[in-house]
């Protein structure tokens, strides 16, 4: 529950303050930290990361310094159960009781993280309870005695569980309880916790989703780390117990004290080798070559902290044009559409939006993760026009795909036909949007003010064209023509949607060199005298 509400609470919020404290490895150590403190759940944050570095997103050795921040943050809920704080647990389920039942959702959230952290308590608190009689039996007693001496096979054990529990917390918490009923000694609680390290570092390998060896880098990198460090403390095993025991005597926060010190440790050795560390990793785990399928963003390079922002923007510009060359498939689609109905030929046109929404989304996720403070006035203004130019043909592509493609639809159910000098209307007007999708692309490419000029000058020639389109059809219509009323409906939806396109491929590029020049008018309303 305190995972779930901190997700939904902070979830965009917390991936923002992630993708932005990359700027070097001990801001990133630091902002990890943070993150898993509110999580409580280091796994979890390594989930998130996995995603980050699948999409490019995240470099590898900020990644790596989150992942020991992370690692840390999660030993601070340990270190405050530590206490006997079960006490205020009804008071933390009384005010998450209270933020739930106001019914926003944020409040609901946050009430949801109290509700669990209060829950926790309780069940930490009945944990000790239950195992008063248990511990007091003598077979139990003989059955620990005997498991204590046996720790790599402890060690083990705490792998599975904090696997399949998905919470290192829960295992260090449970050591912790046992150990201080004198049902486990502290050696053997360490044991259990160094599985915990373990285990909690296998689910983000296991759940991380990338196939790409080269984008599952982070998580092995990671367990690497967890496992070189687990080694090196049993090597030294019969001399750790005495060192913790002799700052701590209390069982349980003696147990709490390794699991931080060892993760602490751990950060401080490996932090000043993420660097060579990871350029090891990338040798070992090559990443494969990119199969590009047509819906396969082929042009996007790395925005992770790093990679030059130049390049970045000169892939999205590259992948822009992509989105062009497919809107006018879906033109040339359109056309055969309008001139020779055929369902088979719309549907794969339909299909053709999907691409087109595909490209649109990647390009967006790429330019928006990058830091606009890395960005120059130049930098910020080319990334505005990408994004324009990006979102315009992406809803004009809507605009074909679910207006027009839908008159040439509800032609061919219902056995419609348009007039010949009618159907030869529409088709001039989607010949000279496919001129007018060559003319944004040139100024999009050139961001020349002549050219942009010209082209919103499109603006009133598609709208006198669309007049003229619609007085000849009404001229037909009252002439007795073939044409009906009900097609009628359906030739002015398509006139109507024609010019709604044309709109889009006009602003996707002309519009943004216009405004900032200051040569658009607010209004098209005359002034009044």
């Known amino acids: 529950m305190v995972q779930t ?19 070097n490895q001990f801001s990133a ?23 980050f570095a699948s999409e490019g997103l995240v470099a590898l050795a900020p990644g790596l310094a989150v992942m020991l921040g992370a690692n840390v943050g999660t030993t601070l809920i340990v270190q405050l159960l530590a206490f006997e704080i079960s006490i205020i647990a ?26 669990g952290l209060g829950l926790m308590l309780f069940a930490l608190h009945q944990l000790l309870s239950l195992l008063d009689a248990l511990t007091a039996m003598e077979a139990t007693q003989s059955f620990v005695a005997m498991l204590s001496t046996h720790f790599v096979f402890i060690v083990l054990l705490g792998i599975v569980l904090t696997w399949a529990s998905h919470s290192s917390v829960a295992v260090v918490l449970l ?49 690497l780390n ?41 950060a401080l050795i490996f932090l000043p080798l993420l660097t060579p560390y990871a350029r090891l990793l990338e040798r070992l785990l090559p990443s494969r070559p990119e199969q590009v399928g047509p819906d396969t963003p082929r042009y996007l390079q790395s925005v992770a902290v790093g990679a030059p922002v130049t390049g970045a923007l000169a892939g999205a510009t590259r992948e822009a044009l992509h989105m062009a060359d497919v809107l006018e498939e879906m033109l040339s689609g359109l056309r055969e559409a309008l001139a020779n109905p055929n369902r088979r030929r719309i549907e794969e046109t339909k299909a053709l939006d999907d691409r087109l929404d595909r490209l649109n989304r990647a390009i967006k996720e790429n330019l928006l993760a990058i830091d606009t403070a890395r960005l120059n006035e130049a930098d910020n203004e080319k ?52 001129e007018t999708l060559h003319q944004s692309t040139a100024v999009f490419l050139s961001g020349d003010v002549t050219a942009a000029r010209a082209l919103a000058a499109e603006k009133d020639g598609f709208r006198r064209l669309e007049d003229e389109a619609t007085a000849a059809h009404f001229d037909r219509l009252r002439s007795g023509n ?47 005298k």
Request: hydrophobic fraction near 50%; charged fraction near 15%.
């Open 226 to 266: 967890r496992v070189v460090g687990v080694l090196a403390v049993l090597a030294i095993y019969p001399w750790v117990a005495p060192i913790i025991t002799s700052i701590e005597s209390a069982p349980g926060r003696a147990i709490a004290n390794f699991h931080t010190g060892f993760n602490l440790a751990l």
């Open 383 to 434: 990334l505005a026009r990408i994004l324009t130019f990006s979102i315009n043909l992406e809803q004009a592509g809507d605009l074909i795909d679910r207006g027009l493609l839908g008159v040439a639809n509800r032609r061919i159910k219902r056995g419609l036909a348009f007039s010949r000098e009618g159907t030869a209307d529409l088709i001039s007007q989607v010949d000279r949007l496919v």
């Open 482 to 528: 073939v044409e009906t009323v009900e097609t009628s409906a359906l030739h002015l939806d398509a006139l109507r949607d024609l010019k709604r396109v044309s709109g889009h491929l006009i602003e996707a590029s002309a519009y943004p060199i216009l405004k900032q020049r200051g040569d658009l008018l607010p209004t098209r309303l005359r002034t009044l």
């Open 5 to 23: 509400g901190a997700q939904r609470a902070l979830g965009a919020g917390l991936r923002s303050f992630l993708a932005h404290r990359l700027g």
């Open 29 to 51: 150590f630091l902002a990890g930290l943070g993150v898993t403190a509110l999580l409580q759940s280091s796994t979890a944050t390594g989930l998130m990361l996995t995603s």
């Open 175 to 223: 050591a912790m309880s046992l150990a201080t009923k004198g049902a486990l000694t502290v050696p053997a609680g360490i044991a259990l916790a160094l599985g915990a390290n373990i285990g909690t570092a296998i689910n983000p390998v296991l759940e991380g989703g990338a196939r790409d060896p080269g984008a599952r880098r982070l998580p092995i990198g990671n367990l």
């Open 90 to 115: 009804p008071i933390l389920v009384l005010i998450g009781y209270l933020l739930f039942r106001r019914g926003q959702a944020g409040t609901r959230d946050s009430g949801r993280i109290f509700i």
